[in-house]
């Protein structure tokens, strides 16, 4: 079927929306809509301008025999301060107290739609490290990662926090979780990540930084080059965490059982956003 | 910035295409791109027929004054033969038998580009049931029921297989896993899931249903109604399982370890789709 510009330039933006960072061919484009390389490339400079216009992400353009066009699902700074905003006015619900003086995120932690665009803030911060793999640990981690791990076209790589009898070879690690101090055991599969891999870390939490300095510490076991490590929500006490690189969204200041008051604002990394 | 329509066009496809199911009112485009309604209900069609005639999905109309457009993410069955090809070509491989004949498949799980195909596919299968959420039990079940919850804008819940300690009260149920006969525990805090839910289950793999059958149970104690179960991998023995109503995509035939050989074939489900 021929198509007109009109009707070209849908399936051509739902094509690259849907695979964020796959770098694809013009020659993929002029084949599937039997158009020339001209008419592809005038829709492409249609489709980058509303996208940037619009705030809704990247489209860029590789030269070369091997090149191509790829969507890449940056955020806009305003965009990323709404999402962190809507999750901070959500985490604030004194609902959210548990005996003990914990909070309640698991909800969140698995609401897909929000996950999405925690993703995509991530990519953005991450977009231009080159990472071959994001790396998280089970459970509450996975969710995040793997949206970010989506928005970045990067595999996810998972560490466990038990043996496993059905991924063969493993390496384990025991560490010191910060907050408690119990020693733990993590540990991840020789199949799942080749030696000497650039990798980005994503989890939802952070006290004291006893299972992110874990993370580090398996991650040198694999000889990997981590690049990045990204923390939905930190605590902001104890102020001297065991790992120093990280970028959280939210800082969780205070849970006041007798007041029924949770208080939590933006990181310092968003409000500085420009 | 007053648009073109094929300028428009693309904005208004990204925006369909980035929230599934999600319904979004005509007033919503009249507003964001300053054009009447009669422009944009013109728009929408295009993009209606274009998603149809390139097998991209649907693009769904709501009337009414509550109304408004929303997309479907439906896979065509010709694009679910070929992930469910692409699969079973990749389980086959030889390098995946571990001692002990188990499948590694852990790769796969979380690679997200291919779960998020898989996600629109069991989507494609249960998008009539109107479902409230989708369950699913860690560890490995979580990248695929996110992505089917992402994909028909549902929220999930993750069912644990130990206590926790920061989720408040919880239902706890015994099981007996149906292949190895071990006794295992799994829980569900009580305010993930509000009594009376009408539910999706999803899981990765399914020898003799044991887990299955304990999801089940404990849906049950949350007087859950079950609406459908969406199993990736099941083995072709027992032949006998725990539970009967189940859609897989893939079954595991044979891990021949002395033949260095996995024998995985579509499932009939998927077989019979016309």
New interface residues.
């Given amino acids: ?1 021929k ?1 007109r ?3 070209r ?3 051509v ?2 094509i690259l ?3 964020p960072y ?1 770098l694809i061919s013009l020659n993929y484009f002029t084949e599937r809509f039997d158009a020339a390389k001209s008419t592809i490339s005038e829709d492409l400079s ?2 980058r ?3 940037a ?2 705030k ?1 992400g990247k489209v860029e353009t590789v030269p070369g025999a091997a090149g191509g066009v790829r969507f890449i699902p940056n955020k806009a700074t305003s965009d990323i301060k709404d999402v962190v905003d809507e999750l901070c006015n959500e985490l604030s619900d004194p609902e959210r107290i ?3 003086g ?3 995120m ?2 969140l932690i ?4 929000l ?2 665009e925690v993703g995509k803030i991530f990519a953005t911060k991450f977009a231009d490290l080159d990472a071959d793999y994001v790396i998280t640990i ?2 509450k981690g ?2 995040i990662a ?2 970010v ?2 928005a970045l ?6 560490i ?1 926090k038990d043996s496993m ?4 070879s493993a390496v384990s690690i025991n560490y010191l979780t910060g907050s408690s101090r119990r020693i733990k055991t993590m540990s991840l ?1 020789r ?2 990540l080749p030696e000497g891999s650039k990798v980005l870390i994503v989890d939802d939490f952070m006290k004291a930084g006893g299972t992110a300095k874990g993370i580090l510490d398996l991650m040198e076991e694999f000889k990997a080059d981590v690049l990045g490590m990204g923390i939905l929500v930190e605590t902001v006490d104890p102020d001297d965490k065991l790992v120093a690189d990280y970028t959280s969204l939210v800082v969780l200041e205070e849970i006041d059982q007798q007041q029924e008051e949770i208080v939590v604002k933006p990181s310092d990394w968003v409000l500085n956003l420009e």
Same sequence: chains 1, 2.
């Fill in positions: 079927m198509m510009r009109s009707e330039i849908v399936a933006t739902k929306v849907n695979e796959e249609i489709i301008r509303v996208f216009a619009e809704m548990l005996p003990g914990y909070i309640y698991t909800d698995f609401d897909p739609s996950m999405n089970e459970t996975i969710p793997l949206m791990a989506r076209n990067l595999p996810l790589v998972n466990r009898v059905t991924e063969g599969a199949k799942a």
